[in-house]
């Protein structure tokens, strides 16, 4: 029992994590970004050499684990400001199924550069090995990385929270996210928002690497688009924009995953994801807003 | 020299004109009313001194500096507070928070803090039901007392010019007159400029000041408002019959 608990918030804990970093960027700019899944696999990736071999060699990935931290999280907030200095700029005042677009296109780019790269073979990686051992708790064995997930995530949420709510550029952004344009008019610095938003977004993506790296003990391309897809999910079904709901649609959608792989009958298991977007869709049809409605998003009548 | 100064400015929304070579100026304490029907221009005319829609011909100038195609952030910094149409209150944060937004572009001044400080409570003691919702959701807040919110808000960035959009937009007539009445007394206490856009130049003419008449984009009548609302000449503008 208490292992599923644990399996579910773990799993939830990733999901939420993505849908946090999707929901960031929507609020201020209203543009999906579908790149976020590739700065995953970035931030993964930026742990070893470059070599097309078989065999990881891990660069960064050796340091210990309180300069590797810091070092994924730059790595992820800096291509994530990057993105948007270079691409996503030129498109703010397009409309936002271009910026969708863009961030499509974008996407492959990181993609393939990882691809030239590395190649496309999965690489098995052994991150902080230390963290794989189980541990005890209330007489169930868990895995210690599956506490330490947990304990992260809700300190990066405890975190952000602090940061939205007590500090002057949280304020600046939430006004933002709110409503764009009214903020730049009582002086809101439009660029700096943006950036601050991207860079929270990718530090975000690089916790994710991390944390599946460290999980699941490879280093694939392909494996940024999973989450993203999953997060994104997390998102609409939150209602977009909205911070509060992307979080608990995430610990919801890990939940659901959780529990159905336990739950089902065996002969149905294969088939789980089904059942999780079939579960989806029932949510969508009954709140098409979200679970919590950005009331930004709102149109005005 | 004049505060604010705009020569031959256009607006278009694609192939649409919403203003069309439109020239006034406004001097430092003066009161400007500019009214006009339904699509006149006058909300794009706001929008666009704002920066927050694209000017497609014409200058700007504001207190000395040329701010023809600025951001609006760098606009709002030379002292130009806007309260735009439908007020725009940010309806998930709190009074309080909404009060302190435009207040970090003065952050790198000395003295910010004690200063902002204060601001905010001489906006409590102007809008003293403000205070007591201070942590409130200002999206539960009431029209009249979310317009008092905006003013309160474009006074918070310490402005040299308020300009406002409809500001009787949705309210009742009795409202209205109590956010008139505030907005009169700080305009004497802080040497306020104000441009203030309504639809009827009544509320001109029992304020006084200036008056602007706009109609289809372009300027049609300028003067002292008291002057020309008593006139049959601001009728023919208004409903844009000839005189015979």
């Keep these: 029992m208490l292992q599923i608990l644990f399996d579910a918030l773990s799993l939830g804990s990733l999901y939420a994590l993505g849908a946090l970093g999707i929901a960031l960027i929507f609020g201020v700019m209203r543009l999906v970004n579908f790149a976020h899944g590739d700065v995953i696999a970035f931030c993964v990736f930026a742990l070893l050499w470059p070599s097309t071999d078989a065999m990881a060699i891990v660069f960064a990935g050796q340091l210990p684990w309180y300069l590797l931290v810091p070092f994924v999280l730059l790595c992820g907030a800096g291509l994530s400001v990057l993105c948007e200095i270079v691409v996503f700029r030129r498109f703010r005042t397009g409309n936002p199924a271009t910026m969708m677009i863009a961030s499509f296109a974008l996407g492959f780019v990181i993609r393939y550069f990882l691809l030239m790269l590395f190649s496309s073979r999965p690489k098995s990686i052994n991150l902080l090995p230390e963290l794989s051992q189980p541990i005890e708790i209330f007489g169930a064995r868990l895995p210690l990385l599956q506490l330490i997930t947990i304990i992260v995530t809700m300190l990066i949420l405890l975190g952000l929270t602090l940061f939205l709510r007590r500090t002057r550029f949280g304020l600046e952004m939430r006004a933002a996210a709110e409503n764009f344009s009214m903020a730049r008019m009582l002086g809101v610095r439009a660029n700096r928002v943006i950036m601050g938003a991207f860079a929270l977004s990718g530090a975000l993506a690089g916790a994710i690497a991390l944390i599946f790296g460290i999980q699941t003990g490879t280093a694939d391309i392909q494996m940024g688009a999973a989450i993203m897809l999953m997060a994104f999910i997390a998102t609409v079904i939150g209602g977009l924009g909205s911070l509060a709901g992307a979080v608990l649609a995430g610990f919801l959608l890990g939940a659901a995953s959780v529990i159905m792989q336990v739950m089902l009958p065996i002969d149905a298991r294969p088939f789980r994801d089904a059942f999780v977007y079939g579960a989806v869709i029932l949510v969508l049809l009954f709140r098409p807003q979200g679970l919590i409605s950005a009331r930004g998003t709102k149109e005005r009548v | ?244």
Excluded: C
């Design chain 2, 1 to 244: 020299m004049s505060l604010l100064a705009l020569s031959d400015i256009t607006v278009r929304y694609n192939r649409l004109t919403a203003v069309r070579d439109v020239s006034f100026s406004i001097d430092e304490g003066e009161i400007l009313f500019i009214t006009g029907p339904n699509g006149a221009g006058k909300s794009s005319l706001l929008r666009a001194i704002a920066g927050v829609t694209p000017v497609a011909g014409g200058r700007i100038d504001l207190a000395g500096h040329e701010i023809t195609g600025q951001a609006p952030e760098n606009i709002a910094r030379l002292g130009f507070s806007m309260v735009p149409e439908g007020r725009d209150v940010f309806g998930s944060l709190t009074t309080e928070e909404n009060l302190l937004v435009g207040t970090g572009m003065h952050a790198r001044d000395r003295g910010w803090r004690s200063r902002t400080a204060g601001e905010l409570e001489a906006v409590y003691a102007t809008f003293p039901m403000l205070k007591e919702r201070r942590h409130g959701q200002a999206g539960l807040l009431s029209g009249g007392q979310q317009q008092m919110l905006v003013i309160g808000r474009a006074l918070m960035t310490n402005p040299r010019l308020v300009a406002i959009d409809e500001p009787s937009l949705g309210l009742a007539p009795n409202i209205n007159d109590q956010v008139y009445e505030r907005l009169i007394a700080l305009r004497a206490q802080r040497q306020l400029t104000l441009l203030i856009v309504e639809q009827s130049s009544a509320r001109a003419m029992m304020v006084g000041g200036r008056m602007i008449l706009m109609r289809g984009g372009q300027i049609v009548l300028d003067g002292d408002a008291r002057t020309l609302g008593s006139g049959e000449a601001i009728q023919a503008a208004y409903f844009g019959y000839e005189d015979h």
